[in-house]
């Protein structure tokens, strides 16, 4: 089982910033680095979406609506990825989630929330 434990969420005001981290436990030690990791976000109303991912090499890839204000990066030795989330808008309100797929199983983290205020 893989545990994923999502946290640094909160309040803020638009254009402010937050820094989410994403840990992970359980049977994860020795392939954390191998595996893509991904930040998703939903809002209410709204289908979950895709924020980000990070490859095991570190390649990158964000949605268009965040490109230029968010960076996900990962630290393998702590098994943790993090999303760096700076100029936030209102429509970036949601509970951000952490995801990643091993051996075809996906696995979800609890979730944080965001929420940006005018």
């Known amino acids: 089982q893989v545990q994923l434990v999502e946290s640094g969420g909160g309040l803020v005001q638009a254009g402010g910033s937050l820094k989410l981290s994403c840990v992970a436990s359980?049977?994860?030690?020795?392939?954390?680095?191998?595996?893509?990791m991904g930040w998703y976000r939903q809002s209410p109303g709204k289908q979950r979406e895709l924020v980000a991912t990070?490859?095991?090499?570190?390649?990158?890839y964000y949605v268009d609506s965040v490109k230029g204000r968010f960076t996900i990066s990962r630290d393998n030795a702590k098994n943790t990825v993090y999303l760096e989330m700076n100029s936030l808008k209102r429509e970036d309100t949601a509970v951000y989630y952490c995801?990643?797929?091993?051996?075809?199983?996906?696995?979800w983290g609890q979730g944080t929330q965001v929420t940006v205020s005018s």
């Open positions: 995801n990643t797929n091993i051996l075809s199983s996906d696995y």
């Open positions: 359980g049977r994860i030690f020795g392939i954390f680095d191998t595996n893509t």
């Open positions: 990070i490859t095991r090499s570190g390649r990158t």
